[in-house]
């Protein structure tokens, strides 16, 4: 036999093109194999075109950065963990509403949004984090959870904590939870043009 020499999915696509007739539960296990191959195939494709995407736009803008790719991490302290680098030198961003417009909050990882305070430096009268259902539609190739802060590249507007300044390097999520970037704040700043404001608080619970 050399079946082991030729590719998973031309191999079920070749069973697939066979008679069914007797061999219906064979049919059945492989299509839905094929799908499951196809879909992990189209969700690794996608990560990696935002990934190139991101790194393309930065080199475009001649920003120095790092783009590490590691283990999967779910919160900045895991993130932390695996790039090495204590967690609240992570960033995080979130996508917030202001008024029913949609922007990028971007404040250290150990830190949480001061509504109140928020609200008011954008001189707004509601502000609201937005549902996971939004960010997937707004942005669908880019995780939950790890958005960029890069608004040139994504069109909208970026509100930066005012602790994040006194950095030499900002490091956050570039689009995944797989993908970690480093640049000099200094060029973040200057590509993104971000309003800077007082709008965050330490926070005491874990580093999410």
Do not use: W
Not at 131 to 139: G, K, P, V
Not at 169 to 185: C, L, Q, R, S, W
């Amino acid at each position: 036999m050399v079946l082991h020499l030729i590719p998973p999915l031309l191999l079920i696509q070749t069973i697939l093109s066979l008679p069914t007739k007797n061999t219906p539960p064979l049919y059945s296990f492989f299509g839905n194999a094929l799908t499951l191959l196809k879909f992990l195939t189209t969700q690794r494709r996608c990560t990696m075109t935002f990934s190139d995407s991101l790194s393309q736009f930065l080199r475009d803008h001649n920003i120095h950065f790092n783009l590490t790719h590691h283990r999967p991490a779910y919160t900045a302290q895991e993130v932390a963990q695996v790039v090495h680098i204590s967690g609240k030198d992570v960033a995080k961003t979130i996508l917030v509403f202001a008024d029913g417009k949609p922007l990028l909050a971007v404040l250290p990882a150990h830190h949480k949004i001061n509504v109140s305070n928020l609200r008011d430096v954008l001189q707004v009268i509601s502000i609201r984090l937005a549902h996971e259902d939004e960010m997937a539609q707004l942005f669908p190739s880019i995780e939950i959870g790890a958005m960029p802060p890069i608004g040139p590249m994504l069109n909208l507007p970026v509100i930066v904590a005012e602790p994040l300044t006194h950095d030499e390097e900002i490091t956050f999520n570039a689009g995944t939870h797989t993908d970690v970037i480093k640049m000099p704040y200094k060029e973040f700043e200057e590509l993104v043009h971000p309003t800077v404001a007082d709008f965050s608080e330490y926070y005491y619970g874990k580093i999410m």
